[in-house]
Structures are given as C-alpha cells and as structure tokens.
Nanobody, 124 residues
Framework: QVQLVESGGGLVQAGGSLRLSCAASGLTFSNYVLCWFRQASWKERDFVAALSRSGDMTNYVDSVKGRFTISRDNAKNTVYLQMNSLKPGDTAVYYC?????????????????WGQGTQVTVSS
C-alpha cells in the first residue's frame, strides 16, 4: 500500500520560512516524479513545484520562483519543500504527489498517489 505523509506545516508570519516534508512508503521512490500542489480555500488545487526522478530537473510556478526549493532524498524516500519569504497568498493546504510518468508533469491528473495535505497559514 502506497502512502505519502506530509509534515511541517503551521502558522508563520509573512517573511518567515517553513520546510515541508513528505515521507513515502510502498513504492520504488526513485522511479517517481514528485510534486507539491496547494489548494487555498474555495480554489482549485494548483501546481507549485515538481522534481524529476533523479532530482536534476525542477519546475516551479512563477509565483514561488526564487522563494521555494523542492528537493528529494531517495535514500530516505522523502521529498521536501523549503519555503522562504512566505506571503499571505501562500496560505493553503499543501499536498505532495507522486507520478509514474517519466517527465515532470504539472497537472493533477498525471499524479498517481497523494498525501493527505498539511496546512500552511501565513499571517500578515
């Protein structure tokens, strides 16, 4: 049984930082593209960042470029999202996801497995 478990969310002031983690089990971790999505209240789930199988290619939504960094540790079966210079507009539930596709994808339908989400709230 595949499981993705996020952690690291919380309440932070604008300008602060958080590091999200997503621990995976039940799959061959290095064979999956990994991604973070987020969903704010009353909105659709949006792409944030993705990372290739080997970790050498990334893709970010424009609004987080230069502030967020996605990384993976295949030995620990864990993907991370380092979030710096947080803004109130970053407030959302953050989800990690894994795709068996070979190349990076940004659409939710391309992802096979999902975590339960972790809340990030940025106060002004």
């Amino acid at each position: 049984q595949v499981q993705l478990v996020e952690s690291g969310g919380g309440l932070v002031q604008a300008g602060g930082s958080l590091r999200l983690s997503c621990a995976a089990s039940g799959l061959t971790f290095s064979n999956y593209v990994l991604c973070w999505f987020r969903q704010a209240s009353w909105k659709e789930r949006d792409f944030v960042a993705a990372l290739s199988r080997s970790g050498d290619m990334t893709n970010y939504v424009d609004s987080v470029k230069g502030r967020f960094t996605i990384s993976r540790d295949n030995a620990k079966n864990t993907v991370y999202l380092q979030m710096n210079s947080l803004k109130p507009g970053d407030t959302a539930v953050y989800y990690c996801a894994a795709s068996s596709r070979y190349f990076i994808r940004t659409q939710t339908r391309e992802y096979n497995y999902w975590g339960q989400g972790t809340q990030v709230t940025v106060s002004s």
